[in-house]
């Protein structure tokens, strides 16, 4: 791996070794590798922290140089693009449902359900997890095990500034439908975004249960219960209302995450 690093590296630096064959395959074998989840453009610590792999998203990025526009025929559609399809679902164990598309490079673990929905280059999608209808997930995003992506959310894709963090949704986290998260937001484990959240780097994320409002920028705590909301702000023209996130509840603690969702759900009147 030290070796595929130094090749991308000195192509990063280099542009014209991107006519030589070898740094060619070498890029070829960095994305063969996301797509069959051995390389992940960031990954978990033991300390659970995470890493970000600069050196594989510029693999990503120099791979749209050295592919060529084709026509890609899926009868009846067609379409005229440099990155392939992603393939062999039934061979990963993964239900895709019309007009569903993944992008050749990004990792679908065993168990993904895809209704009509895309993931692209460099995504990477635990087993268990449900990207549902008009669902997208951008390049390099990082999504846990057992998360559902509920109609229409947006999860940003991240290649340039390449030590930029990629959007992180931990395991068994509840995104409702047409939420927003994007800029390296990092959603915690079990965490529950009510529906119409807009998550961005500079996002107020305000705890709101406690004697005192306590804010959060780019990171949802671990199980937080999150609706939509808005503070003042006062600008030269007056005071206006300037939307945020509202941190209203905990997700119980359960060992059945399905009965502790519900509960969440119910309890908090939360929008879905």
């Not at 991308?8 to 395959?25: F, H, V």
């Not at 033991?46 to 890493?51: A, C, Q």
């Not at 669902?135 to 559902?148: E, F, P, W």
Request: negative net charge; charged residues 20%; contains cysteine.
């Amino acid at each position: 791996m030290s070796t595929l690093q130094l090749q991308i590296e000195q192509a990063w630096e280099d542009r014209s070794l991107l006519e030589l064959e070898s740094t060619r395959n070498t890029i070829e074998s960095v994305i063969d590798r996301l797509d069959r989840g051995e390389l992940r453009c960031a990954e978990p610590l033991d300390d659970g922290s995470w890493k970000v792999n600069e050196w594989v998203k510029k693999a990503v990025i120099l791979y749209f140089p050295i592919r060529k526009m084709e026509v890609i025929e899926c009868h009846p559609f067609v379409f005229h693009d440099k990155i392939p399809l992603k393939t062999n679902y039934e061979e990963l164990g993964v239900r895709v449902v019309p007009h569903a598309i993944a992008r050749y490079g990004a990792f679908l673990e065993r168990g993904v359900i895809m209704m009509p929905s895309y993931v692209n280059i460099g995504a990477w999608v635990g087993a268990g997890s449900m990207v549902d209808t008009w669902a997208t997930v951008g390049s390099c995003a990082q999504i846990g095990r057992g998360v559902h992506l509920s109609g229409g959310v947006g999860i940003g894709g991240v290649l340039e500034p390449v030590q930029a963090s990629p959007v992180i949704i931990e395991d068994g986290c509840f995104i409702g439908s047409r939420c927003i998260v994007v800029e390296g937001v990092h959603v915690e484990k079990e965490a529950v975004l009510g529906a119409n959240v807009v998550l961005t780097k500079s996002t107020h994320i305000i705890d709101v249960t406690g004697p005192k409002p306590v804010t959060h920028r780019g990171r949802v705590p671990a199980r937080s219960v999150v609706i939509p909301g808005a503070y003042t702000k006062s600008f030269p023209a007056g005071d206006y209302q300037v939307s945020c996130a509202l941190i209203i509840g905990q997700r119980k603690a359960s060992t059945d995450l399905k009965t502790s969702l519900n509960d969440a759900l119910r309890e908090y009147d939360v929008a879905v």
